[in-house]
T-cell receptor, first 112, second 114 residues
Framework: DQQVKQNSPSLSVQEGRISILNCDYT??????FLWYKKYPAEGPTFLISISSIKDKNEDGRFTVFLNKSAKHLSLHIVPSQPGDSAVYFC???????????FGQGTRLTINP | EPEVTQTPSHQVTQMGQEVILRCVPI?????FYWYRQILGQKVEFLVSFYNNEISEKSEIFDDQFSVERPDGSNFTLKIRSTKLEDSAMYFC????????????FGQGTRLTVV
């Protein structure tokens, strides 16, 4: 099941710079997209979401961009902080949060 | 801040044994979910539960699995006869609403079947 793909298993960014995490999807029925952050031995923590009627949603240092024609979304974190080091999952659903389809995750490391 | 809590954090069981994983969702949430993550793989949806019945389940959620909300607070996942391939992290989640509502996840139960 490759409906949601995160092609970069890892990303390393210097503290203070912008982190850009990418996600692609194949199911055009997806209408709601979410980003989760996960630390080791913890469950995924919700970060930010976007509905398919929008192309951008911003919350503090986090911005999610949605390009429906390309079936692509990205998460921008600026400025990046050491506490942002974690695994980031994108997820998508049809008609709300009844069933989330997750990507494989990208491990983000923020270097001091 | 309200949170989803799961017990136990780690469960070791022998193949063929029954296990029950427990979860206390956020109190005013109406939708409840179980997901699992096999080591090195994606987080996978198992089942969603609303109004005391299953609303959606994946192909993984076969007859060996069942869910229950035995009282007003707990939400359980039972695996009747565990197999080695059931070894995974199991995450419970809950959400306030169905439409465009984010799911909040518990810290997970690591199930090891030996």
């Amino acid at each position: 099941d490759q409906q949601v793909k995160q092609n970069s298993p890892s990303l390393s960014v210097q503290e203070g710079r912008i982190s850009i995490l990418n996600c692609d999807y194949t199911n055009s029925m997806f209408d709601y997209f979410l980003w989760y952050k996960k630390y080791p031995a913890e469950g995924p923590t919700f970060l930010i979401s976007i509905s398919s009627i929008k192309d951008k949603n911003e919350d503090g240092r986090f911005t999610v961009f949605l390009n429906k024609s390309a079936k692509h979304l990205s998460l921008h974190i600026v400025p990046s902080q050491p506490g942002d080091s974690a695994v980031y999952f994108c997820a998508a659903s049809v008609g709300g949060a009844q069933k989330l389809v997750f990507g494989q995750g990208t491990r983000l490391t923020i270097n001091p | 801040e309200p949170e989803v809590t799961q017990t136990p954090s780690h469960q070791v069981t022998q193949m063929g044994q029954e296990v029950i994983l427990r979860c206390v969702p956020i109190s005013n949430h109406l939708y409840f979910y179980w997901y699992r993550q096999i080591l090195g793989q994606k987080v996978e949806f198992l089942v969603s539960f609303y109004n005391n019945e299953i609303s959606e389940k994946s192909e993984i959620f076969d007859d060996q699995f069942s869910v229950e909300r035995p009282d007003g607070s707990n939400f359980t996942l039972k695996i009747r006869s565990t197999k080695l391939e059931d070894s995974a992290m199991y995450f419970c989640a809950s959400s306030l609403d169905r439409g465009n509502a984010e799911a909040f996840f518990g810290q997970g139960t690591r199930l090891t079947v030996v």
